[in-house]
């Protein structure tokens, strides 16, 4: 454990980074929006914009495991559409957020989460399924994609909106965001290595570590998805993580 003492982590903070990376395996598995509790607990751990960079690479490894086992039903055409625009949308968060001291991005990512919960909590009751398949809104969800998985890891809500608005089986679903999630999130890895200096080989140390826990995550996720329906899961990230961001907001 001497490679990690840098990092100063007590057992509380080893429990909580060990759940963050089932709950990661787990959100990959299918189970949309359960992740987002996972971003401000890192970030109560690792700090706002330090956190960005500690979870980039765990997400890359359970992106790899989504892919291996979905990727036969990923759509491209739809893929081809969200990417241009997503990359536009990263390369503003960074610059945005570099701009930023800690305080500051601590609440854009509060507000950043609470938008995303709000999102997500209004297309669930929404009554219609139709939503505009035109290449602005392809345009208008890809830079938002892209703003906020690069301010914090929070593209999930805006990426579940546009699949749905293409109306993907469930294995479509989930092969399309599993590798829309692994091109972003390798695209994502320059800039914070280079620009925010969030990334160091102690963090990547700290990733493999937590390997064996988000394969954990991932297997029990596709078993559950495989059995239920995942709402009661989508509902319980919306009232968890709002609360995260109110506390976070304020602190």
């Known amino acids: 454990m001497q490679i990690f003492s840098s990092l100063d982590l007590s057992t509380l903070d080893w429990s909580l ?3 963050c990376a089932v709950i990661w395996g787990l959100s990959k598995s299918g189970i949309h929006g359960i992740s ?4 401000p607990v890192m970030a109560y751990v690792f700090g ?3 956190s960005t960079g500690v979870v980039l690479p765990m997400l890359i490894l359970a992106d790899l495991m989504a892919v291996k086992y979905y990727s036969r039903h990923a759509q491209w055409a739809y893929l081809l559409k969200l990417l241009p625009w997503t990359m ?3 390369i503003m968060g960074t610059w945005i957020g570099d701009q930023l001291d800690e305080q500051s991005f601590k609440r854009l990512m509060a507000i950043v989460i609470v938008t995303s919960v709000l999102t997500m909590y ?3 009751r929404r009554k219609r399924n139709q939503v505009p398949d035109y290449w602005w809104f392809a345009a208008l969800m890809g830079i938002t994609a892209g703003f906020t998985t690069m301010v914090g890891n929070l593209a999930g809500g805006i990426v579940v909106i546009y ?5 993907l089986p469930k294995d479509e679903f989930i092969g399309t965001g599993a590798w829309f999630f692994l091109i972003i999130n390798s695209f994502k890895m320059p800039f914070h290595w280079f620009f925010w ?3 160091s080989g102690t963090t990547l140390a700290l990733n493999i570590a937590m390997l064996p826990f988000i394969a954990l995550g991932f297997v029990a996720g596709v078993y559950v998805v495989g059995k239920f329906n995942d709402a009661l899961y989508r509902r319980f990230a919306l ?3 709002g609360l995260a961001a109110i506390v976070m907001l304020f602190q």
């Open 48 to 50: 706002s914009k330090p």
């Open 88 to 90: 536009v949308g990263v």
């Open 17 to 19: 980074v060990i759940l």
């Open 197 to 199: 200096h969030t990334i």
């Open 163 to 167: 699949l749905l608005a293409m109306h």
């Open 122 to 124: 209004l297309w669930e």
């Open 239 to 241: 009232l968890m993580t």
């Open 36 to 39: 987002i509790i996972a971003v």
